[in-house]
C-alpha cells in the first residue's frame, strides 16, 4: 500500500473537484433515470446503480495507482500501448456493435470499450517517446514517429466507426505543440479542416476559385518587400485544389449516412427553412429536444426530479452524452455555470500541476490528460448545446458509461500520482 508520503502529496483540489464532478453526475444520472417504481439506490439493475457500482470499481482503480510505483508507468508505457493497439485490433473480430459501432468488448456483465483506455496508454506513449533522451523534437523523422503513435490508433478506431472517439486521439497532438513542434502543422491541418467544411457549404467551383485569388494575391505580393516563397506556397495550393475536389467523394462514400445527416444539419446544407426545421426535428432530434429542455430550466431550473422534459424522455440517451441536459432543465442557468465552473477549475488546475513538473515525462502526459479532458469538455456541451454536430463523445466523470467512469479515473490519478514523485524527478 502507498505511505503518508503519497497522501500528503497528491493534489487534494484536484480529487475535491474530481469528487465533485463524479457526485453531481451521479445526481443527474439518477434523475435522468428515476421512475415511480425506483427503490433503493443500491439497485444495480437500473443504470444509476450501475454507474454507482462503476464509481466504486474506479475507487478501487485509483487505490492500486497510488499504490504502485511512479516508474512504472513510465517503464512499461510502450508494453501497455502494444496491448492497447491489439485490444483495438481484436474489435476487427470479437467486437459487439452498440449503437452502429463496434467498439465494445461483451464481457458477460457489462460491455467493455477499449478505446476508453487506449486513450490512457497512447499519452503515456508519447509521453516516453518525447521524453526519451534520444529524442529531438526538432527532427522530422521523430516528429513523424511521435504523430504515428497517436495516429495509429486513430486509423484502427475510425472503421468501426467512431469517429468522437478518433478525434479525441487527435487531441494528442496538442502535446507536440507544447513541446516545440512548429505551428506550421496546426496551421496545415486548420486550413484542411476549413477547406473541407467550405468545399461542403459552396462548392469545389467556388471554393476553387477562393484558392486561386489566393494565389495569385501572394505572387503579387512577392514583387513587393514581403519575401513570399512561389514553390512551396503554389504547391501548397495545388495540393489545397485537390483535396477539396475529393472532398464530396469522401463526404458522399467513406462517411456513413448518419454522420452524413449530422454535418448537414451543422452546416445548414438545405437551403429551404421549412425543410431545414424538419431536418432539426427528425435528424436533429436527440439536439432539437435537448435545446429544448435546457431553455425551459430558466435561471434557477425546474428541481430535482422535476424536470417535465427530463422525466417524459424527451431527450434520448439523456443518461450518457445528453447529461447536460438534465443539468440545464432541473438546475437551470445556476447549475451549468457551476459545472462549467467546475470543469474549467479543473482544467487549470491540471495546466498548473504540469507546469510544476520536474519530469519531462510527467509533465507530458500530464498535457495529454489535459487535451482527452478538454475535447471531450468541449465537444460534449458544444454538441448539447447545438453549436457543434452531434458526435457522441461522454463529458469526462459526469456521463453514464462505466468504461468511460473507470477510463477517465484512471488517466486522471496516474498523473495525480506522477506529481506525487515530482520532487524526486529530474529528466
Known amino acids: 500500500m502507498f505511505g503518508k508520503s503519497v497522501l500528503k502529496r ?48 474506479s475507487f478501487v482503480a485509483i487505490v492500486v495507482i497510488l499504490a504502485l510505483e511512479t516508474s512504472f508507468f513510465e517503464r512499461f508505457s510502450s508494453v501497455l500501448y502494444v496491448i492497447g493497439l491489439i485490444s483495438l485490433l481484436g474489435l476487427f473480430v470479437f467486437g459487439k456493435t452498440v449503437a452502429g459501432a463496434t467498439s465494445w468488448y461483451n464481457l458477460g456483465f457489462f460491455n467493455l470499450q477499449p478505446s476508453e483506455f487506449v486513450k490512457i496508454v497512447t499519452a503515456l506513449a508519447l509521453a516516453k ?21 497517436v495516429l495509429i490508433p486513430t486509423i484502427l478506431i475510425v472503421p468501426q466507426p467512431d469517429p468522437g472517439s478518433a478525434l479525441v486521439f487527435l487531441a494528442l497532438l496538442f502535446v507536440l505543440f507544447r513541446e516545440g513542434v512548429p505551428l506550421f502543422y496546426l496551421v496545415i491541418a486548420f486550413l484542411m479542416v476549413l477547406i473541407f467544411v467550405t468545399t461542403l457549404m459552396f462548392g469545389t467551383i467556388w471554393v476553387g476559385i477562393a484558392l486561386g485569388l489566393i494565389i495569385i494575391l501572394f505572387f503579387l505580393l512577392k514583387k513587393t518587400s514581403f519575401k ?7 504547391s501548397f495550393f495545388v495540393i489545397a485544389i485537390v483535396f477539396s475536389l475529393s472532398v464530396n467523394f469522401v463526404f458522399n462514400s467513406v462517411f456513413e449516412q448518419r454522420h452524413r445527416d449530422r454535418f448537414g444539419l451543422w452546416l445548414r446544407l438545405e437551403k429551404d427553412p421549412k425543410k431545414l426545421e424538419e431536418i432539426r426535428k427528425t435528424i436533429g432530434y436527440n439536439t432539437h429536444q435537448s435545446e429544448k429542455a435546457i431553455e425551459s430550466g430558466g435561471f434557477f431550473g425546474k428541481g430535482f426530479l422535476e424536470g417535465t422534459r427530463t422525466k417524459g424522455g424527451f431527450v434520448p440517451e439523456q443518461h450518457s452524452d445528453y447529461i447536460f441536459t438534465t443539468v440545464g432543465e432541473e438546475w437551470g442557468f445556476v447549475g451549468t455555470v457551476t459545472i462549467i465552473i467546475l470543469f474549467t477549475l479543473l482544467l487549470l488546475r491540471l495546466v498548473h500541476i504540469a507546469e510544476r513538473q520536474k519530469s519531462a515525462f510527467n509533465r507530458m502526459y500530464g498535457y495529454g490528460v489535459i487535451s482527452i479532458l478538454l475535447i471531450h469538455y468541449f465537444i460534449n456541451i458544444g454538441m448539447v448545446i447545438g453549436i457543434l454536430p452531434t458526435i457522441g463523445i461522454p463529458l469526462p466523470f459526469f456521463s453514464y458509461g462505466g468504461s468511460s467512469m473507470l477510463g477517465f479515473s484512471i488517466l486522471l490519478f496516474i498523473f495525480l500520482k506522477l506529481d506525487t514523485n515530482r520532487l524526486n524527478e529530474w529528466h
Open 10 to 57: 497528491i493534489d487534494w483540489f484536484t480529487i475535491l473537484l474530481y469528487v465533485l464532478l463524479a457526485g453531481i453526475g451521479w445526481i443527474n444520472i439518477y434523475s435522468s433515470t428515476y421512475s415511480e417504481n425506483t427503490s433503493s439506490i443500491f439497485d444495480f439493475s437500473q443504470l444509476y446503480g450501475k454507474q454507482l457500482f462503476f464509481i466504486g470499481v
Open 228 to 234: 513570399v516563397p512561389i514553390l512551396p506556397v503554389a
Open 129 to 149: 517517446y518525447l521524453s526519451d533522451i534520444q529524442t529531438d523534437i526538432n527532427r522530422r523523422k521523430d516528429q513523424l514517429y511521435a504523430f504515428l503513435i
